[in-house]
């Protein structure tokens, strides 16, 4: 068949930011592009004004503020609106609240253009789980409470869309729960990981390139946001450096936590077992993965949780909250232990156990990277795609 046009609309630019939706954006149209025409519409943020063309997919500007979410996705939704008449594709695709309001304007104009809505993690449940967990500051609160809007956006557009797309059964459940979505109308894609950059490579090279030494190390990798669970970390560390002194904790990752993180590490007396890299390039993150003994990311809350899928196929065992997506993305047991979510104790047990005996690391490194080659590549996310899309087309 000819290949035919797909608009995919995100807040942010898929080849200046590397979060779990940029990643999945860019994968499946760099393997689709032999298929299919892909056009992504996003924000002007980081600077993003020219239209460029990245992996032979074509990335296009639509003006947006570059202060803070949401005022960005709002300024951004505005202007797809506003210039809809121009947006000219076979198939819509919006990710997570992008896109709101761009149905019913096509609709509008009598468009019968199928419209797709990709639901990473229902915004509804992220609501009520951060709800459950408590405030820690005002900022939380309200960041909470802009939540609950946008998922009001997310309910909206999941009943305007054509067909869902969603990364797992949880996301599943917690879409038919909350938002009353005919299950007939959704279709599970996972995300994936790509094997090729993400592998074992020389240990020793990969700790010198980060300034560590010989020392056992634990990785995290994630924004420094209340949702991650660093201070749960923080915590079980504790209590590991207590049985195991010669034990580093690697951070790699930003957010607006690190100040007071970092005040408690140090408060601690953990500063000399903690190293915070900051933001670490997306080309330096499959090395950094294998400087690792375990990896390990307490989330309260995960539709699913790409940088598990990179470590399992960086060969490293993980270690987690058994929470939403979390469950399905690491076979606990085979390829690393999850323990009941906010349980520190347990949390601390299971990075000793790992800690303490390399043979189990290496049995569920390999075992993970087994794992996510069967089922979590980006390539098996791509054809499953252009399926939904056939679909959507009626083809």
């Not at 709101?100 to 990709?118: D, M, N, Q």
């Not at 609160?141 to 802009?146: K, L, T």
């Not at 075992?367 to 080659?373: E, K, M």
């Amino acid at each position: 068949m000819a290949k035919f046009r797909l608009a995919v609309l995100n807040t942010q630019p898929p080849h200046l930011y590397f979060g779990g939706v940029e990643r999945r954006i860019m994968e499946t149209a760099k393997l689709l592009e032999s298929q299919v025409d892909v056009r992504v519409y996003c924000g002007t943020k980081a600077g993003f004004k020219s239209a460029v063309v990245v992996d032979g997919v074509s990335i296009v500007p639509c003006r947006s503020s570059d202060i803070v979410f949401p005022l960005d996705n709002w300024g951004f939704n505005q202007s797809l609106v506003k210039n809809a008449a121009h947006l000219d594709a076979d198939v819509f695709e919006a990710h997570a609240v992008s896109g709101y309001g761009l149905p019913r304007k096509l609709e509008a104009s009598g468009s019968k253009v199928p419209f797709i809505h990709t639901v990473h993690g229902t915004l509804a449940d992220e609501y009520e789980q951060a709800k459950r967990s408590g405030y820690s500051s005002f900022r939380d609160r309200v960041a909470n409470r802009f939540m609950l809007h946008l998922a009001g956006l997310e309910n909206q557009m999941a009943h305007e869309a054509d067909l869902v797309v969603t990364i797992g059964d949880y996301a599943f459940e917690k879409i038919q729960q909350y938002y009353a979505i005919d299950a007939d109308k959704v279709r599970i894609v996972p995300n994936g990981v790509d094997i090729e950059r993400f592998k074992p490579s020389d240990r020793e090279a990969a700790r010198r390139r980060f300034g560590l030494g010989g020392e056992l190390c634990v990785l995290f990798v994630g924004s420094l946001i209340a949702r991650k669970g660093l201070p749960f970390l923080v915590e079980a560390a504790k209590v590991v450096v207590a049985q195991l002194p010669d034990v580093k904790f690697v951070v790699a990752g930003e957010g607006p936590l690190r100040g007071s993180i970092e005040e408690t590490v140090k408060s601690a007396g953990l500063s000399a077992h903690f190293v915070f890299l900051g933001r670490v390039s997306d080309d330096a993150l499959p090395l950094l993965y294998n400087c690792a003994d375990v990896f390990v990311l307490p989330s309260l809350h995960e539709g699913q949780g790409i940088v598990f899928l990179e470590a399992q196929a960086s060969a490293k065992p993980v270690v987690g909250f058994a929470i939403g997506g979390v469950s399905e993305a690491v076979c606990s047991g085979k390829t690393g232990l999850l323990v009941d979510r906010g349980r520190v104790d347990e949390l601390a047990e299971a990075l000793l156990k790992l800690l303490g005996d390399a043979s189990l690391r290496a049995k569920m490194g390999a075992n993970g990277r087994c794992f996510v080659s069967e089922k979590f590549t980006w390539e098996i996310c791509a054809q499953k795609m252009f399926k939904v899309y056939c679909e959507s087309l009626g083809v």
